[in-house]
């Protein structure tokens, strides 16, 4: 049998290599990383884009620079990381080194490669994209602490505006078990159907049977600050932050004022949602423009200053 080169990593570091991509948090940060070859992110890009908290994305670009899958860089007062791709190529090489009688030369993965010229190409697909032909309508949920208001409200005006292409859910992480009577005036006013709405918890999205989730919002900061559940299908995440309707005081009709003003503003960004080309855009820059779309109004005071845009809940005839 011929004679093995050197592999330029022994077991320890193989184990140390294998064990740092077995985490999910840690997988999805190379992964996106990979697709931003050769720039790299800042790790707020990285927060915004997956969702991920500040403190938790620090321990986990930690794990990933010991274990050489990452590198950073200082530019400026910021540090930007990039992957090192390359030390996935020695996996491999690790893994395949006594392949077919010890002559795997032809399955060898280097960086002269076309394997490796491919994957740092400007052209480098997404690994973490949402499909660009998707094959069934996308999966959205929308997240609130009650689920009572914003969150279902959302959920009714995706299925009626984004038919066919979208369907939607919504939950919290504490339901209060109920639909807030001015939500669902508001989707009665607007022909929004609203039948089998109701209020429910996010572990239903969770576990065997749970629809695989192509994207998740977060209405209300409670839940953007919580820490959530694993979802299913490792969806894109964005915070729409929406001031909570049932939060003000005043008579029966301002509250319901305040629903309508709500209803508004989560149709403006739901139809900016739906004028997106997502089958052209990739997960990055898609994670980037939905977070994007929630940086506007969120109090419903912003919402009545730009009134100049047109009247998006109408009440029916």
């Avoid at 060898?108 to 499909?131: D, I, K, N, Q, Y």
Wanted: contains cysteine; aromatic residues 6%; neutral net charge.
């Amino acid at each position: 049998m011929p004679a093995l080169p050197d592999l330029p990593l022994n077991e320890a570091q193989a184990i140390a290599v294998l064990a740092a991509l077995a985490q999910e948090h840690r997988l999805r940060i190379f992964r996106a990383l990979v697709a931003a070859q050769p720039e790299g992110l800042h790790p707020r890009q990285l927060a915004e884009a997956l969702a991920i908290a500040p403190a938790t994305l620090s321990f986990h670009l930690k794990e990933l620079v010991q274990s050489e899958l990452i590198r950073p860089e200082r530019q400026g007062r910021g540090i930007v990381y990039t992957a090192q791709p390359e030390r996935v190529g020695a996996i491999v090489e690790y893994l395949m080194r006594d392949c077919c009688g010890g002559v795997s030369e032809a399955s060898r993965l280097s960086r002269s490669s076309p394997f490796w010229a491919w994957l740092s190409a400007e052209s480098c697909p997404t690994f973490t994209g949402v499909s660009a032909t998707p094959t069934r309508a996308m999966n959205v949920l929308f997240v609130c602490t009650g689920n009572s208001a914003r969150s279902p409200m959302a959920e009714a005006l995706l299925n009626h505006l984004g038919a066919g292409r979208f369907r939607a859910f919504s939950a919290g992480s504490e339901p209060r078990g109920f639909i807030a009577p001015e939500a669902l005036q508001v989707l009665r006013e607007s022909g929004v159907p609203f039948e089998g709405l109701r209020s429910k918890g996010w572990l239903e999205f969770v576990g065997a049977g749970a629809p695989e989730l192509d994207l998740v919002f977060t209405v209300c900061d409670g839940a953007a600050g919580e820490v959530c559940p694993v979802w299913p299908g490792a969806p894109i995440a964005a915070h729409w932050g929406v001031e909570d309707p049932a939060g003000g005081t005043g008579s029966p009709d301002q509250r319901l004022e305040r629903f309508r003003e709500t209803g508004r503003l989560l149709r403006q960004r739901i139809e900016s949602l739906l004028a997106l080309p997502i089958a052209q855009v990739d997960r990055m820059a898609l994670g980037q423009q939905l977070q994007g779309i929630g940086g506007g109004a969120k109090s419903l005071d912003e919402v009545r200053a730009s009134a100049g845009h047109r009247s998006v809940v109408k009440p029916r005839s």
